[in-house]
């Protein structure tokens, strides 16, 4: 797999990636679900924004490999 500049990604490198990309999509998943149970609109809002903050990790996170 080659990385953005066109170099070759290491074993190790592609096991972080592959390790990020779970640890961001199990937060947004906890961040949306908290998000849908929370009363208060503010903690709900920031739930959302977070829940958004991950996937857009995820996103770049994926555009890696």
């Known amino acids: 797999c080659l990385g953005k500049d066109g170099s070759e990604m290491t074993t190790?490198?592609?096991?972080?990636?592959?390790?990020?990309?779970?640890?961001?999509?199990?937060?947004t998943a906890q961040f949306e679900k908290a998000a849908g149970q929370l009363t208060d609109a503010g903690m709900q809002q920031s739930a959302k924004q977070?829940?958004?903050?991950?996937?857009?990790?995820?996103?770049?996170?994926?555009?890696?490999?």
């Open 12 to 27: 190790k490198e592609l096991l972080y990636i592959d390790d990020a990309l779970g640890h961001a999509q199990f937060l």
């Open 50 to 65: 977070m829940a958004e903050q991950y996937r857009q990790m995820y996103k770049r996170f994926y555009e890696l490999v």
